[in-house]
Structures are given as structure tokens and as C-alpha cells.
């Protein structure tokens, strides 16, 4: 018996190969992307910086692909951060049925406190921002690398944003996550990632 023949007369690994071969159905997420008018005293981004975040939303929505799921980019004019204590976007620049992704300059410690350039929050987010009604990725260009934002997109789409939040569990999400996100990088597709399939931002 050749190799195939075994292969396939095994029916677990035969249904195994065929779906390795099959295209996962494409999932579309919904991004609102928020670049800080505000930043740099009102004279807003510059080149160099939107060049940058250009680059970041590439490397997600390549990799990403790899797991069948694909980006429905739009820009919002004119927004802002306000800071009353804490840093809070306008209610005007957000909607409630897709991802805004506020791109700034640096990010306040309210929101950023480790320094890593990102932050992911969810009606369930806390401090503040609890209880809010949109789903939000803080993105602040001067700390965040070359996967900061791949690294925010997974915490939306593992569903950890719809849940409490606390530091043992935000910290396992990101090891756990980080796990997904070498082995995805590597041509690996991630089911895990695809929970998000019934969430209000995303669509078949």
C-alpha cells in the first residue's frame, strides 16, 4: 500500500488532510481606525508615524489571513482624545458594531501603564472605561513594535474583551496568545482566533 493509500484509509486522517487543504470561511472584521487629530499639538500624525501604522495593520491582516480572517478598514476624520482624569475618546468618533482603533502618538499611563504601546478594552474594561459599549484597541506608536497590534487584534478575537478582566487572567491571555500568534506567524491557522465569529464586529 503506498503512503497516501494508508493516509487515506485511516478515516480520521483522511478527514484531517482534506480539511488541512480546505480554505477556512472568511470572517470580515469591522475596524473604525481613529487617527489622534490631537496628536502633537493638534498638528495630528505625521507621515512617518501613519507610515508606520500602515505597516502594522499589513502585518495583520496577513497574518491573519492565514486564519481566514480579513479586515474591513475604514478611517474616521477628526479624532481626539480627551482627557478629564483619564483619557476618553468622544462618544461622537465611536460606533458600536465595530473595532475603533484610536492611533495616537503616546498613550497616557490611564491607559497604557506598562508601556507597551497597546491596550485592548470591551464593554467589560475597567477603571473608567467600565461599562462602555464599544469595543476599542488604544495603539500608541512611540512604545508599540511590529506586533503590538497583531498582539491587541487577538484579545478581540479570543473574546478575552468580553469578560472581566483581571491581572493572573490578562497575563495567561497573553502568553496564551502570543503561543497563537508565533505559531499563526509560521503558516499555522488558529482556530482559537476564529471565536469571534458571532461577535457584533465581524461577519461571513
Not at 477556512?24 to 487617527?35: D, F, H
Not at 474591513?72 to 462618544?91: H, K, N, W
Not at 508565533?182 to 491557522?189: F, I, K, L, T
Request: hydrophobic residues 40%; contains cysteine.
Amino acid at each position: 500500500m503506498t503512503r497516501r493509500g494508508f493516509i487515506n484509509g485511516i478515516p480520521g486522517l483522511a478527514l484531517f488532510a482534506r480539511a488541512a487543504t480546505e480554505p477556512l470561511p472568511p470572517i470580515v472584521i469591522r475596524v473604525n481606525a481613529l487617527l489622534d487629530q490631537g496628536a502633537h499639538s493638534r498638528k495630528g500624525l505625521g507621515a512617518g508615524e501613519i507610515a508606520a501604522f500602515q505597516r502594522y495593520q499589513e502585518r495583520a491582516r496577513r497574518e491573519y489571513a492565514i486564519s481566514g480572517i480579513f479586515f474591513d478598514v475604514r478611517v474616521v476624520e477628526g479624532a481626539y482624545l480627551r482627557t478629564q482624569g483619564y483619557s476618553e475618546i468622544p462618544d461622537k468618533f465611536l460606533a458600536r458594531n465595530v473595532i475603533n482603533l484610536f492611533v495616537t502618538d503616546t498613550l497616557g499611563y490611564d491607559i497604557d501603564t506598562d508601556r507597551t504601546g497597546g491596550c485592548s478594552i470591551g464593554p467589560h474594561g475597567g477603571g473608567p472605561h467600565a461599562g462602555a459599549p464599544f469595543y476599542k484597541i488604544f495603539l500608541g506608536l512611540t512604545d508599540a513594535g511590529e506586533t503590538t497590534l497583531r498582539h491587541e487584534y487577538a484579545h478581540h478575537f479570543t473574546l478575552d474583551t468580553t469578560k472581566a478582566s483581571t491581572i493572573t487572567g490578562n497575563f495567561w491571555a497573553d502568553c496564551r496568545n502570543e503561543y497563537w500568534l508565533w505559531r499563526q506567524g509560521h503558516g499555522v491557522p488558529i482556530l482559537p482566533f476564529r471565536a469571534c465569529v458571532h461577535a457584533v464586529w465581524a461577519r461571513q
